[in-house]
Every structure is written in C-alpha cells, then in structure tokens.
C-alpha cells in the first residue's frame, strides 16, 4: 500500500473494483483474454496474434505518454470497439460467481469504515457487472453509489465519474479519497481534482484501511 495523500479532513472513499476489493488472478485475467479473444474472432485472427497487436498499441501509447497506462477499454477502441460495445461484452462476458465468494473480513472492514465515511465504487465494468461482482463478496448494500462503464460511458481516468461518485457522496473532491490498485488509472487524476489517493495491492490492503484511517 501507498499513501499518496490525505485530506485533512474527508467524509468519503471513493473505491475502484477489480484487484482492489477482491483479488483474483484469474478472474482479473480472463476479463482481459476473454475479449481478447472476441475482438480476435471478430477480426478473423488468433488470440495470439491479437493479443500481439494490442500489446504493440498499448506499448507505443505509453512511450507516446510518459509511461502512462490506457485501459482495455479506451485500447479497443483503437481497433473499432466502441465503449458502448465494451459495456456489452464485459456483461456478456463478465461472471463473477465463478471466481469470487462471500468475503466475510471485507464485509466487516467496510461496515467500519462505512460507519464513518460514504462509501462508492467507480468502475471500469458496467454498472450490472459492479453489482454482482459487489454481491457475490457480500457488500452491495454498504456502498452508496456505484458509477460503471456505462454511467457516462467513459472508461478511467476521466473527470466524469469520480466528480459523479463525488456529488452522489454530497461530498466535494477535497473531502474524498481514491482507492485503486493502479496508479494511472485510480489514484492520479482523483489527485489532480484535490482527492487523497491509497494505491493498493489487493484486497489485503483494504483490509487495513480502518487502521490507517483512524
């Protein structure tokens, strides 16, 4: 974990998803091969060569923009996959049930932190998606708002659904807090509009959140 600020006085947390309130590797995995391996049909290519060319892409982005990551998301976009077509895919696509069960320790975690702040999710996955997966861990009900994929349709970093989650919160951006497992996508911009910002490993880190915060 890595704290990169902290408001001196907040009353939200703003938290991102995947590899973030759960950790799963090859649930995290197969949201990326899965469709990966749709775009690849759709092209008429393998899964190999597909996933070679938008290695490359996202390779040249990052030496085009200091180092930076772009999402799965924005990526497809590149080769004709528009937000709107990647909201329908991760629903298709997207099982949590058959990677993820009911995490007792997190559901106590969050029920003392939402005893103190107004919890929320920003997603890269849509809204359904968020609110299974939430439900499957057993804290749907301790979050106050969930902003997905589909809300503005828009993928992170973008302005849009971190100030939404913000006002949903009835909080301004000086009194939230990101949580994220990557910096680029989670933690810089919440930074940027005067968020504190925890970039995290996974679910362990949540874990200690309470203590951190106290």
Not at 60 to 79: Q, R, S, V
Not at 157 to 167: D, G, L, N, S, V
């Amino acid at each position: 974990m890595k704290v990169f600020f902290l408001p001196k006085e907040y009353s939200a947390i703003i938290f991102d998803l995947d590899s973030t309130l759960y950790t799963n590797s090859a649930y995290a995995q197969s949201q990326i091969d899965l469709p990966i391996k749709k775009l690849a049909r759709l092209k008429g290519k393998t899964f190999e060569e597909m996933n070679e060319e938008i290695s490359v892409f996202r390779n040249k982005w990052a030496g085009k923009n200091n180092g930076k990551k772009i999402t799965l998301a924005n990526t497809f976009i590149e080769f004709g996959i528009s937000i709107e077509e990647s909201v329908k895919w991760r629903e298709e696509l997207c099982n949590p049930e058959k990677y993820l069960v009911e995490d007792k320790r997190l559901r106590s975690v969050l029920e003392q932190l939402s005893s103190r702040f107004i919890l929320s999710v920003v997603s890269n996955n849509p809204v359904s998606v968020v609110t299974k997966t939430l439900d499957v861990l057993g804290v749907e009900e301790l979050f106050h708002a969930v902003i997905g994929l589909d809300t503005f349709f828009v993928s992170k970093p973008h302005i849009e659904p971190f100030m939404r989650a913000a006002i949903l919160c009835g909080a301004v951006p000086e009194s939230c807090i990101s949580v994220g497992d990557r910096y680029d996508i989670d933690i810089a911009l919440p930074l940027e509009l005067g968020m504190g910002g925890i970039l995290v490993d996974g679910v362990e880190d949540v874990y200690n959140l309470p203590e951190l915060l106290a």
